[in-house]
């Protein structure tokens, strides 16, 4: 299978044409309906392309946001207008929290609640209407399979081990197909934008695309910022 949007497009139609209906983690799924997930890891942009390729096919999905991403700052312009796209085409933007920046193990649940408040905060000064629920980053296990309270989670029971769960993670669909045992009556499909693209590539190549990109923005900003005219 391709890593390519228009692969992604016709996996997209794999789903209608089976008269699929698309929801998000307001409630528990009913047989014939799907969640579309993608966490953005690397790149708004290429998560916009994909939020385009599902609207243009009458889909709507859920995207989950880092804050604290090395790859992109939410608060910048370009990427605020990207997630701006991405909400006006009808799609959900919502809080990618990633455990790892602040615990090496499981936290009191009180203390997990303080930071994803913080965080949904945060996000939510540049969303219009931010999703409720949480997806975790690169999930330790003590996030799988269980629910927090006052936290919506992608990987409550419901919507993990009750129904079918897809993902792309590490490209694993280059030799799966998440469809080859026919598509099931409900299901989490999760994709990761930065692994799509114009043309196929291998994941190795998708994170050093994305290097170059970042490290050109990187260039770009300092060169407008403090190395033109009227720079102090």
């Known amino acids: 299978m391709e890593f390519t949007f228009e692969r992604y497009g016709a996996l997209l139609d794999e789903l209608t044409s089976a008269g699929y209906a698309f929801t998000g983690y307001e409630r528990s799924l009913a047989d014939g309906e799907a969640i579309l997930r993608h966490d953005v890891d690397w790149s ?16 709507t999905a859920t995207y989950f946001v880092l804050v604290t991403s090395p790859f992109y700052n939410v608060h910048f312009g370009e990427i605020r207008d990207c997630l701006h796209r991405i909400e006006s085409l009808g799609h959900t933007v919502a809080l990618h929290f990633s455990t790892h920046q602040y615990w090496d193990a499981e936290p009191p649940g009180e203390e997990l609640r303080r930071r994803v408040d913080e965080e949904q905060s945060v996000l939510g000064t540049v969303t219009r209407e931010m999703g409720d629920a949480v997806a975790f980053h690169i999930p330790p296990s003590w996030t799988l399979d269980r629910s927090f309270d006052g936290i919506t989670s992608a ?64 260039r770009e900003f300092l060169a407008s910022e403090f190395l033109g005219e009227g720079s102090a």
């Open 44 to 59: 708004p942009e290429k998560a916009c392309r994909m939020a385009e390729i599902e609207a243009d096919r009458g889909v």
């Open 155 to 218: 990987y409550e029971p419901r919507f993990f081990s009750e129904i079918a769960y897809r993902a792309d993670s590490g490209q694993r669909w280059r030799d799966e197909h998440p469809f080859d045992g026919g598509i099931p009556d409900r299901l989490q499909l999760l994709t990761h934008p930065g692994l799509w693209g114009e043309t196929d590539a291998s994941f190795e190549a998708r994170l050093r695309e994305q290097e170059g990109q970042r490290f050109d923005a990187t």
